[in-house]
């Protein structure tokens, strides 16, 4: 996560809510950093069983709200929102499988242009 791989890829329907998607990519332990839509009830429920810290932005109307926090977190989250500027908005096909698999294309893409940007270590078994 520290130079932006993609570890994890899911697609959901645009019909269902971030909060709700979260729980096929949280991660077993460590921090969830995410915008808003990672401060509802759902979320935190699948952050809190998965074993993480949430680092979610809380919305403005909340009573939890600390300003500074949330800008902190912002910061944190910055570098890493690149990674998802740059992925294709559109979708090729049609079907959730079909799009699943150009999203995993596209993060497995983006991971090798991303390992020759910071001139990464051979891949192992591979020959020149």
């Known amino acids: 996560m520290r130079r932006g791989f ?6 959901t329907p645009a019909n269902v809510p971030d909060s ?3 729980k096929h990519i949280c991660p077993d332990s460590g921090m969830v950093v995410g915008d808003k839509a990672y401060s ?6 699948v952050i809190a069983r998965k074993g993480c810290h949430s ?3 809380l919305k403005n109307n909340m009573k939890r ?5 949330d800008r902190w977190l912002s910061s944190i989250r910055m570098p890493f929102e690149g990674v998802f500027a ?8 049609r079907g959730l499988v079909k799009i699943q698999f150009q999203a995993f294309l596209q993060a497995i ?3 090798f242009s991303l390992l020759v940007r ?3 270590p051979p891949l192992v078994g591979a020959t020149s």
């Open 40 to 45: 509802e009830r759902p979320a935190q429920e």
């Open 118 to 120: 910071i001139k990464g």
């Open 20 to 22: 709700k998607g979260l």
């Open 109 to 111: 893409a983006f991971n």
């Open 6 to 11: 993609i570890n994890k890829v899911a697609v």
């Open 55 to 57: 680092g979610a932005i």
């Open 86 to 93: 740059h992925q294709s908005k559109t979708a090729r096909y």
């Open 65 to 69: 709200k600390n300003k500074d926090k």
